[in-house]
Structure formats: C-alpha cells, structure tokens
Nanobody
Framework: QVQVVESGGGLVQPGGSLRLSCAVSGRFFSIGTIAWYRQTPGNERELVGSITARGRPNYSDSFKGRFTISRDNHEYTALLQMNSLQPEDTAVYFC???????????????WGQGTQVTVFP
C-alpha cells in the first residue's frame, strides 16, 4: 500500500512564504515524477509543476519564478516552496506521485488528500 501525504499548509499574509511537503510511504520499488496541483472550489485541479525522478523541475507558466519544487530521493519526499504569496494563491494543494510498486509492475498514480493554503491580510 502506497500513501501520499501533504503537509505544511496554513494561513499566511500576502507577500509571505510557505513550504509544502509531500511524503511517499509504503511498499514500492521506485518513485517517478512527483507533481503538485492546486484546486479552488468550483474549479478543476491546476498543475503547478512537477519534478522528475532525477530532480529536473518543470513549472506551469503561472508559477515560474515564485514557486520552486525540489525532492529528496533518500527521504521519498518532494517540496513546494512558495514565495510572494497572494490571496489568489488560496487553494488546496495536492501532490501526485507516479509509483512503481514492483520492479516488473506498471507505474501508477497516487494522490494525497491535499493541504489547505490560505492567504489573507
């Protein structure tokens, strides 16, 4: 069983920063790309960016420059550093991990439950 758990959300004032963490645990062979998404009520999930197994990040245009994704393959975690946060960044942030449970098995997607980020004065 693979679990994906996000943490680090909370309340922050405009201009502030937060760092979210995504931890992958359980029994698995390898972790591939890890992606961060966010979602506001009534809207679809929006891709923030992702990071490959080798540590190469990619970002959606809206988040380049303010958000940074990194990962620690020894700890099976990925981080989302968010700077210069604004009220429009208020959302639930989700982590998505591509995990291969066994060496010969096909990779599968696993989602976390999300962590709330609220930006307000």
């Amino acid at each position: 069983q693979v679990q994906v758990v996000e943490s680090g959300g909370g309340l922050v004032q405009p201009g502030g920063s937060l760092r979210l963490s995504c931890a992958v645990s359980g029994r698995f062979f390898s972790i591939g790309t890890i992606a961060w998404y966010r979602q506001t009520p009534g809207n679809e999930r929006e891709l923030v960016g992702s990071i490959t197994a080798r540590g190469r990040p990619n970002y959606s245009d809206s988040f380049k420059g303010r958000f940074t994704i990194s990962r620690d393959n020894h700890e099976y975690t990925a981080l989302l550093q968010m700077n210069s946060l604004q009220p429009e960044d208020t959302a639930v942030y989700f982590c998505n991990a591509i995990v291969r449970v066994s060496e010969m098995g096909a990779p599968s997607e696993y989602w976390g439950q999300g962590t709330q980020v609220t930006v307000f004065p």
